[in-house]
Every structure is written in structure tokens, then in C-alpha cells.
């Protein structure tokens, strides 16, 4: 059974960081793709960034620049650094993964920016 564990929310002042990571057992984590998705309050759940076993990395339009994706196949981890924090990113983190034809997620994390 896929397992993903997120870590690294908190609450943080517009323009700070935060770095968000995500802990995968029960699959052949080298070989799948990562995805981090949020979920803001009262909106529906959007994907922020990806990385592929080949470390291809796409993002949203509007942490471009913002955030990034990384992964440690050693450590089986998938970490996203957050910089220049807005209030409009504020939601819950969801780490989520493809396997098998079935999608799995981690509990997720809220990250809360404001002053």
C-alpha cells in the first residue's frame, strides 16, 4: 500500500518561506511521478507542481519563479521550497502520487500566509 506523509507547514508572514516535504513508501518511488496540489479555503483542489523520475519539473502560473520541486530517490522524499509567501497561497498541501492506475494522498499540511 502506497503511503505519502507531508511535513513543514506552519504559518508564515507575506514574503517568507516555507519548505514542505513529502515522505513515499509502498511503491518504486524512482520511477514515479510527484505531484504537490493545494486545496485554499472554500476552493476546489489544484495542482501546484510535478517532477518526473527524469526531474522534468512543470508549475502553476502563480508560484512560477515562487516554488520549487525537488526529489530524493535515495531518501524517497519530494520537497517543495515555498519563497515570497502571498496570502493567496494559504490552503492545505496535499503530496500525491499515480500507482497502478490508482491515486494516492498524503494527509496534508496547511500553510497559512498572513500578516
Known amino acids: 500500500q502506497v503511503h505519502l506523509v507531508e511535513s513543514g507547514g506552519g504559518s508564515v508572514q507575506p514574503g517568507g518561506s516555507l519548505r514542505l516535504s513529502c515522505k513515499a513508501s509502498?511503491?518504486?518511488?524512482?520511477?514515479?511521478?510527484m505531484d504537490w496540489y493545494r486545496q485554499p479555503p472554500g476552493n476546489q483542489r489544484e495542482m501546484v507542481a510535478n517532477i518526473t523520475s527524469g526531474h522534468t519539473t512543470t508549475y502553476t502560473d502563480s508560484v512560477k519563479d515562487r516554488f520549487t520541486i525537488s526529489r530524493d530517490n535515495v531518501r524517497r522524499t519530494v520537497n517543495l521550497q515555498m519563497n515570497n509567501l502571498r496570502p493567496e497561497d494559504t490552503a492545505v498541501y496535499y503530496c500525491h502520487t499515480r500507482n497502478r492506475g490508482r491515486d494516492f494522498w498524503g494527509q496534508g499540511t496547511q500553510v497559512t500566509v498572513s500578516s
Open positions: 509502498g511503491l518504486n518511488f524512482g520511477i514515479a511521478t
